[in-house]
């Protein structure tokens, strides 16, 4: 199973991302997609998942900012990320719970900067 993120990039603070992220491979079922991020000198935290089920999970500090959504019959999760804050800036790594062992994979981590 591969996890392929997209969507990064510079932007204002106030502006908007959208991250994209397709799991592909030897998929039989996918319990839970998502984002985490880590900021320089920082340890990773998750942003956003996204349970099949339709349980979905925020950070407090992106709650009404970001909006986590899935495709399920094409396997992938996107984040809106609008009201960007400088504090937003990190790389931001796709999560998939994927499989019926129930195993975490990981995307390669886009970069998002958020200038003030």
């Known amino acids: 199973v591969q996890l392929q993120a997209s969507g990064g990039g510079l932007v204002q603070a106030g502006g908007s991302l959208r991250l994209s992220c397709a799991a592909s491979?030897?998929?039989?079922?996918?319990?839970?997609m998502g984002w985490y991020r880590q900021a320089p000198g920082k340890q990773r935290e998750l942003v956003a998942k996204i349970y099949d089920a339709g349980t979905i999970n925020y950070a407090d500090s992106v709650k009404g900012r970001f909006t986590i959504s899935r495709d399920s019959a094409k396997n992938t999760v996107y984040l809106q990320m609008n009201s960007l804050k400088p504090e937003d800036t990190a790389v931001y790594y796709c999560y998939g719970d994927i499989g019926w062992a129930r195993r975490d994979y990981w995307g390669q981590g886009t970069l998002v900067t958020v200038s003030s």
């Open positions: 491979g030897r998929i039989s079922v996918v319990t839970a």
